[in-house]
């Protein structure tokens, strides 16, 4: 199937699902782009990877659950090609260590800054 046809294809679809088509394309295509240049990514990625630009995000929003929490994580790396539930999970252990965040044994998150 070559382009043409997909680009008729596509104009037959509603709008949501375009949007929706046109945000997969997009973390597809940099997800590709980072496995072909992992290292294009680490320079461009600069402020976005420091725990620093991470928490002053999560102290706008305050996620109250860790579950929340997690999710905003990922939501934050979605259009760079997404982050693994493990890099999300040292982010976290890395902001509680800083003293950013607490978390309770009920998933409770509490802030610090």
């Known amino acids: 199937m070559g382009y043409e046809e997909i680009v008729k294809l596509c104009g037959q679809l509603p709008y949501r699902d375009k949007f929706r088509l046109a945000q997969l394309l997009i973390q597809l295509a940099r997800k590709e782009e980072e496995e072909k240049s992992p290292e294009n990514r680490k320079a461009a990625q600069g402020e976005l990877g420091s725990i620093e630009y991470v928490a002053e995000r999560l102290l706008k929003s305050k996620p109250g659950k860790k579950v929340a929490l997690l999710n905003f994580i990922g939501a934050m ?31 409770r998150v509490s802030y610090h800054h």
């Open 77 to 107: 790396f979605q259009f760079q090609g997404g982050i693994s539930d493990k890099d999300k999970e040292t982010i976290v252990a890395e902001l509680q260590k800083k003293k950013w965040l607490d978390i309770d044994n009920s998933g």
